[in-house]
T-cell receptor
Framework: EDQVTQSPEALRLQEGESSSLNCSYT??????LFWYRQDPGKGPEFLFT???AGEEKEKERLKATLTKKESFLHITAPKPEDSATYLC??????????????FGKGTKLSVKP | NAGVMQNPRHLVRRRGQEARLRCSPM?????VYWYRQLPEEGLKFMVY????????ESGMPKERFSAEFPKEGPSILRIQQVVRGDSAAYFC?????????????FGEGSRLTVL
């Protein structure tokens, strides 16, 4: 069964304390790997798309990387406003339609001042 | 440019009633997706629609659930004879592209509570 697993479930950091979130996938044919941010009571907000192993994308304090088995979201010197749930999603190339993404359960990040 | 608009934001129904959730995609977007988020679970794909067409409904429960995206007006997700297990947040997303980039624009969700 195709799966996306995120770890840890929750992460507490002090402001300025860098860390990484993990997304491992066991999917038979990856078309793309995506990261979203979700604030409480809101819908997910798109962050990055990664298509191939070795690819990296950056945005402010966030950097996403992709290997053949997993993706990492690195957070450098986080600030309290980075507190949110970060979601990872996989798009498969088995023939499913666009937008039919498999989401992980997310990592809830809390950054304390 | 308004984002994806969903209403109602909160809906309470008793078992056996019907729930109708509406979604207006972003201006210029012709692709609409519905996802469901159960408590403590990840987002689950339900259905992908274009105007007047259901493209992929592989995630829709076989019974009681239906979706449409008419030529005019919002997309509607309809749940008939609701049960407690239908309590969840239902998210609509839209995109303007025919090629999938994974960049979906989500609304703020409709939270259904079944009593």
């Amino acid at each position: 069964e195709d799966q996306v697993t995120q770890s840890p479930e929750a992460l507490r950091l002090q402001e300025g304390e860098s860390s990484s979130l993990n997304c491992s996938y066991t999917v038979s044919g990856l078309r793309g790997l995506f990261w979203y941010r979700q604030d409480p009571g809101k819908g997910p907000e798109f962050l990055f798309t990664l298509y191939s192993a070795g690819e990296e994308k950056e945005k402010e304090r966030l950097k996403a990387t992709l290997t053949k088995k997993e993706s990492f979201l690195h957070i450098t010197a986080p600030k309290p406003e980075d507190s949110a749930t970060y979601l990872c999603a996989a798009d498969l190339n088995y023939g499913g339609s666009q937008g039919n993404l498999i989401f992980g359960k997310g990592t809830k990040l809390s950054v304390k001042p | 440019n308004a984002g994806v608009m969903q209403n109602p934001r909160h809906l309470v129904r008793r078992r056996g009633q019907e729930a109708r959730l509406r979604c207006s995609p972003m201006k210029g977007h012709s692709h609409v997706y519905w996802y469901r988020q159960l408590p403590e679970e990840g987002l689950k794909f339900m259905v992908y629609l274009q105007k007047e067409n259901i493209i992929d409904e592989s995630g829709m429960p076989k019974e009681r659930f239906s979706a449409e995206f008419p030529k005019e007006g919002p997309s509607i997700l309809r749940i008939q004879q609701v049960v407690r297990g239908d309590s969840a947040a239902y998210f609509c997303a839209s995109s303007p592209w025919s090629e999938n980039t994974g960049e979906l624009f989500f609304g703020e969700g409709s939270r259904l509570t079944v009593l």
